[in-house]
T-cell receptor
Framework: AQSVTQLDSHVSVSEGTPVLLRCNYS??????LFWYVQHPNKGLQLLLKYTSAATLVKGINGFEAEFKKSETSFHLTKPSAHMSDAAEYFC??????????FGTGTRLTVIP | DTGVSQDPRHKITKRGQNVTFRCDPI?????LYWYRQTLGQGPEFLTYFQNEAQLEKSRLLSDRFSAERPKGSFSTLEIQRTEQGDSAMYLC????????????????FGPGTRLTVT
């Protein structure tokens, strides 16, 4: 069965410093992986997705993630945090039935 | 607005009452999904439709829950005899049958309906 584990429930960074949100996956085959962001009182928005093409995936708002099969990881990064990045981030794996399995989320706080 | 819409956005009900939520997907999206999100957790899959056919139901979907998509457009999720444990955010998402990249169908989410059972 496919699943993901988000290693940090809360990450706090200063504005302008790098962001790293960690995610490990478990899958019996090459997975489709996603990162979604959820701002308060707003719907989930897709940041980026990996579907077995390039291992380095670029998304919206300057985010990117690297698929590392040897480490079963799909960490989300951004070179410089902005105040508007403060939100809940979910690492997601697509199950065989085209449904999504969400991690428990990482809350990102950006300190001015 | 051409995104996924859900109604109502908030619902407060007393234990034992029935509630019904509505989801309007993006026009021409064949697939429609329901998820439940409790506080501090990620969304959990409940069920999905392809056109009007309900193709999969999670074990989370007890007999008190029923979902329909009668004409392959909007969908309703009904909870009968609500319990306090049903309090959660109920999310709807839709996707096109045609994957845009690598065969994976991007799901677009609505803003959710927050249910509080007192």
């Amino acid at each position: 069965a496919q699943s993901v584990t988000q290693l940090d429930s809360h990450v706090s960074v200063s504005e302008g410093t790098p962001v790293l949100l960690r995610c490990n996956y478990s899958s019996s085959y090459s997975p489709s992986l996603f990162w979604y962001v959820q701002h308060p009182n707003k719907g989930l928005q897709l940041l980026l997705k990996y579907t077995s093409a390039a291992t380095l995936v670029k998304g919206i708002n300057g985010f990117e993630a690297e698929f590392k099969k040897s480490e079963t990881s799909f960490h989300l990064t951004k070179p410089s945090a902005h105040m508007s990045d403060a939100a809940e981030y979910f690492c997601v794996v697509e199950t065989g039935a085209n449904n999504l399995f969400f991690g428990t989320g990482t809350r990102l706080t950006v300190i001015p | 607005d051409t995104g996924v819409s859900q109604d109502p956005r908030h619902k407060i009900t007393k234990r034992g009452q029935n509630v019904t939520f509505r989801c309007d997907p993006i026009s021409e999206h064949n697939r429609l999904y329901w998820y439940r999100q409790t506080l501090g957790q990620g969304p959990e899959f409940l069920t999905y439709f392809q056109n009007e056919a309900q193709l999969e139901k999670s074990r989370l979907l007890s007999d008190r829950f029923s979902a329909e998509r009668p004409k392959g457009s909007f969908s309703t999720l009904e909870i009968q005899r609500t319990e306090q444990g049903d309090s959660a955010m109920y999310l709807c998402a839709s996707s096109s049958l045609r994957g845009r990249l690598g065969g994976s169908y991007e799901q677009y989410f609505g803003p959710g309906t927050r249910l509080t059972v007192t």
